[in-house]
């Protein structure tokens, strides 16, 4: 619980309050400088988001998927590893709940389970292969783990298109019911906001992540791998297994991030024209997380907030995307450049200290 | 040196957001009429207790094509009629649904989704909201508050086909299609069938990129084509497409003859009469426009309505003038007049 | 030139850190030509005290004299415009850049808006010779040996036009030779009449080289001394200390028990083929120490790696009380009885960002004793730390201190406490003082010996033939990857020694 403490310590609690509050006055000034009414913004950004109870539903859901691939990149980051491939492991969790939830009809107690292990498996072995290639072969992890989401997108089209494909559309027949994580009472409680487990599952995830990493003997050689690979060598562990399971876990979160926006929010498996994104936020989210647990949680509630919200500010006050995009970039900037937030904090600080010493 | 490398990632990050932001252009409010040559509207004020809105699919409100024509055809309608119009971008496909819901919940009189992602946000908002009325654009849509737009594209693609078979110098043509789903299956179809029709010895090579939003995809696929000696190319790709029409300005101004034919809209104002051909003009804002004002005359009805050659929203724009023979434009009238009657009945995929 | 000009003085320099004096109205006087040592165990202050004088740090009490006049130095390159060069310990050098490049970065001679390549090296080569120090301009640094790249460091301040040149602790990276290289250069740059600081702990260089001493102790001056006559090494390791210290390790005979470990004919080829190991074969009994001396690069790191099976062998074997080890996993070697000293602390030995806590059981975390079905036991953990921190005296803040934090000596300490607690039967101790003040050199040869009198076998490695000297009951001595013969080590030769480390002696012996 030491992690907790520090995060929660006072000086760590005002830098990212401040971080953000500057963010959002550079975005004010950006949104000035466009005509726009910033505080008519930014009103409306808090109003999309917890204005009513679907919307807070649906910024929830938004901000689920996010905790999965930023704890996915934090992870790899623990073990020293780069994982920019979290968005293909991401397409392939959604692919394994898709097959399992199209092609087999079980009951609901096997049916579901079976379909997010299918998912957090094939994430999983995704991310594997690149560890794979890392350690057997040497081949550098972004390199590889970028080639494979294109592999993961078009795989997944295939899949869909070949297997799975609906008549005349483009997706997948919808999952069979009994595999569907959508929890009925709560989404009636948020006015049909799309509610699912995924949600609970990715804050089981953020424990799950501190203790593999701070409690177990497993953690314990990952991180060593992470901060010294040679000591961990010296100190007989197997770097090159290690590398391989960081990369494995690290898939499963991924896995399980796609594997809840099939089987909790969609459904069914679209054909991909694009990826989805949420891999390449989560690194944005895993950096805003200082790659702490607590921290990916914080940064996935800010990210996922601020990116839902943001429609929030087209539609109330007119801004268009472009600028909306200014504000949020500039909110992760300050945050993720905190060192810079601290600068500017440091004469205050200074000056309390001073206070005090006199006080002494 | 970790934390100054990820440091550094982060500043790349927040960066490219702002400047990808910065990229692309402007005029989101007042897309409107090109310029200002149109006479100045005059409200009749008959909608203005009327609120519609509109959510565009992940490619935003300025994509240079259907998305873009829908607004454009409700910012005319609100000059027209005073009738308060919005629209709310998707940046995902989860987006969709919440996006629907903003306005449905917010009392609006008529939301329309545009494009056949919409499918199944709009059957569920719409089954949600049985009071809220709700349109969408290139799917069909089975509830009774929902009024689906589809085009006879196979229709308009046969015409530009009989263009492109009338006009192929090397009576090879080439087809760049986004992905290979039925829509755009059918534009397929009806083009090689035009190209046949026009000039059974021409031969039609079709090409999926599998994307409508990666233009250096539609750049190699056009440069292939051009490189194997295919003249004309005909895209129906959305963004993608745009990279057919850089790759063929380039091919131009080193005095190769090559041809685009344009999509949905009349690209040759977008990209020059120098290579634009021809464009299979789609009429998404007549569509847009006509069943936004049903709404307001009191004359809304659900329902799927598939618009044709019959109803002018597919076809040649006036420009085409410019490029195709007298001749050939007085065939493809010919053709036209033909499959309205029913003696040629185009095949759709 | 006058030899008894002062060039630097500092006067009653006192600077403070959040709860420590790391300078307390020290005096300091440097004459012109002078080769001055400053002398004092690591954390005793005297790199903060240079770098007050290079402008890096700012006093909060005395005053700065420089060639007579009061100044305030309030940054290094106001120090540079004072004539006054610092040569880091941790050089601040460009890799993939040239020598020349290196030593005229941020004074490029410059052509038109192009940086006059030609010009600069030629000044390069013109200061090198001047001052005797060899170097290519054109190679880059890579590419060249850390002697060389010290000596480009020693450029860029006389290039900068450095009257005063101060050292910090020039030799602690260097092979023997080289060190006696770098003496040559100082002695040279001192009688050009540079003025020259030499920060170090080493007494041997002191006595080689300076004209005057000045001892710091807790961020006191404690001695000066400006006739070297007065001086001895024991004299001044005890001013250092602040008690006596003996150099003499403590030992009896030894009295070797049976074969611990038994290498033979081990190979290993090297990344260009060449093989690195060409043929070891040794011996060690247990309750005996065996050195073994060398230049390094001779195949010793890979000897070790060898035995302890960090990298793979390709020949021969490697048998521990008369079981082969030659192909197990690391794990199961230091299971089996070795532990291991290794020669880079912070690159092997440690996990500098893990607590001192967790890098106790970095060799033995899998053990059951610290948490059973995959979950470590904190509790346990913390009081083996806290055990072996109180036995070997490692001094931090505590047991949840990055290893990061604590000094070279503590971390080094640390190293030995945990690899000693897993009381093994062979223990191979790889340079284990390098970089150590004289105190923890003290403590790790007492805590060696302890361990062969207890019966350990012993497999020392080191380049200070000092150290080999006192601690080895046998020497044997190590050319191109395997063994060229053994000396007495109870009769000191160097002449024989050096013989066989350059391979000439193959035969003898």
Redesign the interface.
Same mark, same amino acid.
């Given at each position: 619980m030491e992690m907790i403490k520090k995060i929660f310590n006072k000086s760590s609690l005002l830098v990212p309050l401040v971080s953000i509050l500057l963010g959002l006055l550079v975005g004010a000034l950006a949104m000035l400088a466009g005509g726009y009414d910033p505080l008519l913004a930014y009103g409306s950004l808090f109003k999309r988001v917890f204005g009513s109870s679907y919307h807070m539903g649906e910024t929830i859901r938004a901000i689920t998927p996010l905790i999965f691939t930023g704890l996915a990149v934090a992870f790899a980051f623990r073990t020293g590893l780069f994982n920019i491939g979290v968005e293909g492991q991401f397409i392939m969790g959604m692919t394994g709940a898709t097959l399992i939830g199209v092609l087999l009809d079980l009951p609901w107690y096997l049916h579901g389970p079976l379909a997010i292990l299918t998912g957090a498996l094939f994430g999983g072995l995704w991310a594997g292969l690149v560890g794979y290639l890392k350690a057997k072969r040497g081949v550098n992890e972004v390199i590889s783990s970028i080639m494979l989401n294109w592999t993961a997108l078009y795989l997944a089209n295939y899949i869909v298109t070949k297997f799975l494909l609906e008549p005349g559309q483009q997706k997948s027949r919808n999952v069979h019911e009994s595999a569907l994580m959508s929890i009925d009472w709560l989404v009636q409680l948020m006015d049909k906001a799309r509610m699912h487990w995924g949600t609970f599952v990715a804050l089981a995830c953020v424990l799950v992540f501190y203790i593999l990493l701070w409690r177990t003997k497993q953690g314990y050689e990952l991180r060593a791998v992470g901060h010294n690979p040679d000591a961990a060598l010296y100190a007989g562990m197997n770097v090159n297994r290690t590398i391989v399971k960081s990369m494995f876990i690290s898939g499963v979160f991924a896995g399980l991030g796609g594997v809840f926006e099939i089987l909790g929010v969609f459904g069914n498996q679209t054909v991909l024209a694009a990826s989805v994104g949420y891999g390449f936020d989560g690194i944005a989210v895993a950096l805003l997380g200082g790659n702490t647990p607590i921290g990916v949680l914080l940064g996935a509630v800010l990210f996922g907030g601020l990116s839902y919200g943001s429609n929030g500010m087209s539609f109330g006050a007119g801004v268009p995307s472009e600028i909306v995009r200014i504000v949020i970039g500039s909110v992760i900037f300050f945050v993720a450049a905190h060192g810079i937030v601290k600068f500017i904090l440091k004469p205050l600080k200074l000056k309390r200290s001073d206070k005090s010493k006199e006080a002494a | 040196m970790?934390k100054t490398a $990820?440091?550094m990632?982060? /500043?790349v990050? $927040?960066?490219s957001?702002?400047l990808?932001?910065?990229g692309?252009d402007k005029k *989101?409010?007042n897309g409107g009429s090109q310029g200002g040559s149109e006479p100045e509207v005059v409200s009749d004020e008959s909608g203005k207790d009327f609120k519609i809105g509109m959510v565009t699919d992940?490619g935003?409100?300025n994509d240079r094509s259907f998305n873009q024509s829908a607004w454009e055809a409700l910012q005319r309608l609100s000059k027209e009629t005073s009738a308060e119009t919005?629209?709310?971008?998707s940046?995902? !496909?989860?987006?969709m649904? #919440? *996006?629907l819901?903003?306005f449905v919940?917010?009392g609006y009189s008529l939301t329309w989704g545009i494009g056949? /992602?919409f &499918?199944?946000a709009i059957l569920k908002v719409a089954n !949600?909201n049985p009071d809220a009325k709700l349109a969408v654009i290139d799917a069909v849509v089975d509830a009774p508050n929902v009024a689906s737009v589809t085009f006879a594209e196979h229709e308009g693609s046969f015409l530009v086909g009989v263009v492109a078979g009338l006009m192929s110098e090397s009576k090879k043509i080439g087809f760049v299609g +986004?992905? !290979?789903? #039925?829509v755009i299956k059918r534009f397929e179809a009806g083009f090689v069938a035009g190209v046949k029709a026009a000039n059974p010895d021409a031969n039609v090579k079709v090409v999926y990129t +599998? &994307?409508?939003?990666?233009p250096d995809q539609g750049k190699s696929a056009a440069a292939t084509l051009y490189n194997d000696g295919y003249d004309i190319v005909f895209h129906a790709a959305g963004g993608t497409g745009n990279g057919v029409f850089n790759e063929a300005i380039e091919r131009k101004k080193n005095g190769e003859k090559v041809w685009v034919i344009g999509v949905d809209k009349d690209q040759s104002l977008e990209f020059g009469d120098e290579v634009t051909l021809t464009s299979m003009m789609k009429g998404v804002d007549a569509a847009v426009h006509k069943i936004s004002k049903d709404l307001i005359d009191g004359n809304w009805t659900s329902g799927t309505q598939e618009l044709g050659l019959k109803d002018d929203a597919v076809g040649l724009p006036e420009t085409s003038k410019k490029n195709v023979p007298e001749d050939v434009l007085k065939k493809v009238d010919e053709f036209k007049a033909k499959i309205i009657s029913g003696e040629i009945v185009v095949p759709g995929e | 030139m006058n030899q008894n000009e002062t060039v630097v003085q500092l006067k009653g320099i006192t600077k403070r850190f959040p709860g420590l004096v790391a300078n307390d109205s020290i005096d300091f006087e440097l004459k012109k030509g002078q080769i001055h040592a400053l002398l004092g165990e690591n954390g005793a202050g005297k790199s903060t005290l240079m770098n007050i004088l290079f402008g890096l740090y700012q006093p909060d009490e005395g005053e700065i004299w420089i060639n007579g006049k009061q100044t305030v130095i309030s940054g290094a390159s106001k120090a540079i415009e004072l004539g006054i060069g610092m040569v880091h310990q941790h050089f601040k050098l460009v890799q993939p850049f040239t020598v020349a490049e290196n030593i005229v970065l941020g004074e490029e001679p410059q052509k038109g808006l192009t940086i006059d390549y030609k010009l600069a090296n030629r000044k390069v080569k013109e200061i090198s010779e001047q001052y005797g120090l060899k170097v290519d301009p054109q190679v880059r640094i890579q590419d060249i040996t850390v002697g060389m790249q010290q000596r480009v460091e020693i450029l860029k301040t006389l290039y900068r036009g450095a009257d005063i040149v101060i050292f910090d602790e020039p030799t602690a990276v260097l092979t023997v030779q080289e060190i006696e290289e770098l003496l040559e250069i100082i002695r040279g740059l001192a009688a050009e009449g540079k003025s020259i600081i030499i920060i170090t702990h080493k007494l041997k260089e002191v006595m080689a080289l300076a004209d005057a001493v000045t001892v710091i102790r807790r961020g006191k001056v404690v001695a000066t001394v400006d006739d070297m006559a007065d001086a001895t090494e024991e004299k001044l390791a005890g001013l250092m200390v602040g008690r006596d210290v003996s150099f003499k390790v403590e030992k009896q005979q030894s009295n070797p028990g049976d074969v611990v470990l038994d290498v033979r004919d081990l190979t290993m080829n090297g990344d260009q083929g060449k093989k690195v190991l060409n043929g070891m074969t040794f011996q060690i009994r247990a309750g005996e120490i065996l050195g073994i001396a060398g230049v390094d690069g001779n195949g010793q790191s890979e000897l070790i790696y060898g035995i302890t099976g960090m990298r793979k062998t390709h020949g021969g074997t490697v048998t521990l009380n008369g079981n082969d080890i030659t192909h197990l996993t690391p794990r199961e070697i230091s299971k089996s009885g070795v532990g291991h000293i290794p020669e880079d602390r912070h690159k092997h030995g440690l996990v500098l960002d893990f607590s001192l806590s967790e890098n106790m059981i970095l060799g033995t975390y899998f053990d059951e004793r610290y948490g059973r079905h995959g979950f470590l036991d904190f509790k346990m953990m913390d009081k083996t730390a806290q055990e072996l921190v109180t036995e070997f005296d490692v001094r931090s803040s505590g047991i949840s201190t990055h290893a990061r934090a604590l000094s070279g000596g503590n971390q080094q300490k640390a190293i030995i406490a945990r690899e000693l607690h897993k009381n093994p039967d062979l223990l191979i101790a790889v340079q284990p003082t390098r970089g150590l003040d004289i105190g923890a050199i003290e403590f790790v040869h007492k805590r060696l010996v302890e361990a062969r009198n207890q019966g350990k076998a012993i497999l020392l490695i080191s380049f200070e033939l000092d150290e080999l000297y006192a601690l080895s009951d046998r020497i044997a001595v190590m050319f191109e990857g395997r063994l060229t013969g053994e000396v007495d080590a109870h009769e000191r030769d160097d002449a024989k020694l050096g013989l066989l480390m350059t391979g000439s002696g193959k035969r003898e012996g």
């Open positions: - | 970790k $990820s440091l990632l982060m /500043l990050l $927040s960066i957001l702002v990808s932001a910065c692309v *989101n409010n992940v935003g409100v919005k629209f709310l971008e940046k995902g !496909e989860a987006d649904e #919440p *996006n819901n903003n919940r917010e056949f /992602l &499918t199944d !949600e +986004g992905m !290979e789903i #039925p +599998g &994307t409508f939003d990666k | -």
